[in-house]
């Protein structure tokens, strides 16, 4: 049987490999003839600039995203349960498997006793929290806030009372577009003491990443984060 | 000014930094001559095996870790503040300021307005998240559990209701020889249909990571897990 590597890819449009990615995560491609990919595009395009040792063309390419039916997922396995080979996954950018649905096919090898092998990379919620000062040693990733107004408020101020009351430094993305919304429901709704962190372009040539109080949010205004990819986080 | 930079260092004793470490961290590294790590003993022999371009005794080295008294934490960033010189924190494993008392100086740094960079490294927390098959769109690193008996049950319990109340994967570490006495836990405290995924020595040649029921778990045993580092997650 063949093992499931998980493969990280660069995060942004300019980050390299030297940048982002050990050396040795080369050899594990290298291994690998089938992957099972958020976006095609993307992924083929990742493969090309790594000058790995073999022509794109030779690989093969299955897609793995928001669309794909969970009835579909478990035959995704089918090249290394049936034919022994490796899978390589990847998702848009970062880890692969956080953040994003790589996690269905990686519970169907678990559940067939498939050897998964991880590989070291970027991951913008840990790069944020490292550089925020909020608590490393308790805190969550919450994805997407609710969407709706009421539904919104009502969620930062549940998160707000975690953070505080459990120490949990608490986590969410938004996406890029709506990056001002957040930042004003934000600071609508959370007390003046209370922490948030904006990290946005991780590892690109702009990155940014302030702490500081909802009152001093308020006091100095928002950064310039329009739809730039940003990861925000209340303590 | 300078700048605060975040330095991944490998896991475990065997790892290399091809595996574990961009090739480009070194380039921050070569340009700090004032470190704050958790140990400085493993943070030499890192920079020693690292090959960077200077003698490790012309470097300077201060400690920071959970016998650091919180008020002396914010004098650690003098050679920054005063004498406009780059700052390296490193950890005694992994990612720095995740899982360890180095927030407590990136929070003073983000007080002053400081430049933050954290690097690419390895994770315990997310490469067993990635692997697990675990939700990895909403999670919760919550560090250690009670150790007194029926504090530790409860907790167990009400993280394993917050798994399944909020979909939230439950992450946990405990001290290596405490893994057997925290898996009998789980095991009597938990459904029999709550998922537990095991991960022990991550990025280590014995490398073992396997996800399934309590159910299953009491059918086929603990893994060899004693002495070595293990993630618990329960979801």
Tied chains: 1, 2.
Excluded at 80 to 90: A, P, S
Excluded at 180 to 197: E, H, V
Aim: neutral net charge.
């Amino acid at each position: 049987m063949g093992k499931l590597y998980l493969i990280p890819t660069p995060m942004g449009e300019t980050a390299s490999w030297d940048a982002a990615l050990p050396a040795g995560n080369r050899a594990a491609i290298d291994s690998i003839e089938y992957f099972v990919v958020e976006n095609i595009r993307t992924a083929r395009r990742f493969l090309a600039r790594s000058g790995i040792g073999r022509t794109i063309d030779e690989l093969t390419f299955a897609e793995l995203n928001e669309h794909t039916p969970a009835e579909e997922v478990e035959a995704l396995l089918d090249p290394l349960t049936k034919e022994g080979k490796n899978i390589g996954v990847m998702s848009e950018a970062g880890l692969p498997c956080i953040a994003d649905p790589g996690a269905l096919l990686v519970a169907a090898a678990q559940r067939r006793g498939v050897e998964v092998v991880p590989l070291v990379g970027p991951n913008s919620i840990t790069l944020a929290l490292m550089a925020s000062g909020a608590n490393g040693q308790s805190f969550a990733f919450n994805g997407y806030l609710p969407v709706k107004p009421p539904d919104r408020v009502k969620a930062i101020r549940h998160f707000e009372r975690r953070a505080h009351a459990e120490n949990q430094s608490q986590i969410f993305i938004e996406a890029p577009y709506r990056n001002r919304k957040l930042f004003d429901d934000i600071l609508g709704a959370c007390d003046p003491r209370t922490m948030l962190c904006i990290a946005c372009d991780l590892l690109e040539p702009g990155q940014y990443i302030r702490s500081q109080s909802v009152a001093a949010w308020k006091k100095n205004g928002a950064p310039a984060f329009d739809k730039r990819p940003a990861i925000f986080i209340i303590f």
